[in-house]
Antibody, heavy 120, light 107 residues
């Protein structure tokens, strides 16, 4: 069983939108904060967005504020990232990550990632 | 924003030898520092959290140290599977930030 499985990546034109999904399994999803981290090809890791276990707190990197929205559905064990107004510099592998506690901590479990390419 | 700086960018070490990777933070982290290992084509893997606690399943040859703003990851006797890129990460304050990575290569 894969604990975190991302989907929804693909090729999109600049200015377009995508919605990434992450299906969680094998643990009590509603007990953990979650996050999205991205990695452009050949580059380092960049934190994008975090959400607390019950969705009462979210935080976003400045580079995506006003364009990306993180959300979750604890009934369905799902994490989402709605990405609007996409730019070429948003092209990257996007990882779904489980944090250590309900509010934060280190990035304990990582999905395998879904690739997003923004290009005309 | 807390800036994380890793050194060196690339470290060449022979199998069986010790490797020490460094990470500096621009502000005190109160121990909220983690280390990750990433191999080509794979997602990162948590090695160390709380600056010095090994994550589940991490071999004891990996150890983390330091406090405040200066941290180290030491691999006591390098195995072939340890050659990878290593990232430090602060989760003490928003925005969460990572170091730029240290590539550990076979000498």
């Amino acid at each position: 069983d894969v604990p975190l499985l991302e989907s929804g990546g693909g090729l999109v034109q600049p200015g377009g939108s995508l919605r990434l999904s992450c299906a969680a399994s094998g643990f009590t999803f509603s007990s953990y904060a979650m996050a999205w981290v991205r990695q452009a090809p050949g580059r380092g890791l960049q934190w994008i967005s975090s959400i607390s276990n019950n969705a009462d707190a979210t935080s976003n990197a400045d580079s995506v504020k006003g364009r990306f929205t993180i959300s979750r559905d604890n009934s369905w064990n799902m994490l989402y990232l709605q990405m609007n107004s996409l730019r070429p510099e948003d092209s990257a592998m996007y990882y779904c990550v489980r944090r250590q506690t309900s509010r934060g901590g280190a990035f304990e479990i990582w999905g395998q990632g879904t690739m997003v390419t923004v290009s005309s | 924003e807390i800036v994380m700086t890793q050194s060196p960018a690339t470290l060449s070490v022979s199998p069986g030898e010790r490797a020490t990777l460094s990470c500096w933070a621009s502000q005190s982290l109160s121990g909220d520092l983690a280390w990750y290992q990433q191999k080509p084509g794979q997602a990162p893997r948590l090695l160390i959290y709380g600056a010095s606690t090994r994550a589940t399943g991490v071999p004891p040859r990996f150890s983390g140290g330091g406090s405040g703003t200066d941290f180290t990851l030491t691999i006591s006797s390098l195995q072939s599977e340890d050659f990878a890129v290593y990232y430090c990460h602060q989760y003490h304050a928003w925005p969460i930030t990572f170091g730029q990575g240290t590539r550990l290569e076979i000498k």
